[in-house]
């Protein structure tokens, strides 16, 4: 049982947009920021979005990060096949005094 | 290049120890936190532990805390996890991640793999 909770899976055709939700409480994602990693199985995980919104250099700006209250969600427009990856959110829980991620989202690409 | 490469995974018996490594190039490695953090076989990622940049600070998941001992060597840039007492719950990928601050991790390594089994 994960801290942070996500769907376990989602999907969409090459094109859509699609968004994964990120719930938590207020000792993780209410008080704190929200990371976003892709994981491709068999290769290193790959942040995607930092301190809620941010993107690291190098990610496209199909993938935007909101956060809102006790709550985030991680958006891909413009869906592309290699797209098709787990994903990750994650937040510092400040009661658990550690890093908590979600239990992972697998999205497939139809 | 930034580059982390783990090492010291393998076969273990149940009640054994192992001691992981990671190998930091390519960035001032005294400059950030380092974490470790695991995926056991058809799991999610758990994170298990980070360390300061100068080792005075050290945070554990609750569930391994004093089996588990985080530490590195800025003189060899290199990060350590020493594990005690294993378990078939401990048999994962172990990922050694950078991290910019305590709260996460922004370049990965790609993983050593821990099995513990008789």
């Known amino acids: 049982q994960s801290v942070l909770t996500q769907p376990a899976s989602a999907s969409g055709t090459p094109g859509q947009r699609v968004t994964i939700s990120c719930s938590g409480s207020?000792?993780?994602?209410?008080?704190?920021?929200v990371y976003w990693f892709q994981h491709v199985p068999g290769m290193a995980p790959n942040l995607l979005i930092y301190r809620d919104n941010q993107r690291p250099s190098g990610v496209p700006d199909r993938f935007s990060g909101s956060n809102s209250g006790t709550s985030a969600s991680l958006a891909i427009s413009g869906l592309r096949s290699e797209d098709e990856a787990d994903y990750y959110c994650?937040?510092?829980?400040?009661?658990?005094?550690?890093?908590?991620f979600g239990g992972g989202t697998k999205l497939t690409v139809l | 290049e930034v580059q982390l490469v783990e090492s010291g995974g393998g076969l273990v018996q149940p009640g054994g120890s192992l001691r992981l490594s990671c190998a930091a190039s390519?960035?001032?490695?005294?400059?950030?936190?380092m974490n470790w953090v695991r995926q056991a076989p058809g799991k999610g990622l758990e994170w298990v532990a980070n360390i300061k940049q100068d080792g005075s600070e050290k945070y554990y998941v609750d569930s391994l805390r004093g089996r588990f001992i985080i530490s590195r060597d800025n003189a060899k840039n290199s990060l350590y996890l020493q594990m005690t007492s294993l378990g078939a719950e401990d048999t994962a990928v172990y990922y050694c991640?950078?991290?910019?601050?305590?709260?996460?991790?922004?370049?990965w390594g790609q993983g050593t793999t821990v099995t513990v089994s008789s």
């Open positions: 207020r000792s993780n994602i209410g008080g704190d920021y």
């Open positions: 994650a937040a510092w829980d400040d009661r658990l005094r550690g890093l908590v």
């Open positions: 991640a950078r991290g910019p601050d305590y709260q996460f991790m922004d370049v």
């Open positions: 390519g960035f001032t490695f005294s400059s950030y936190y």
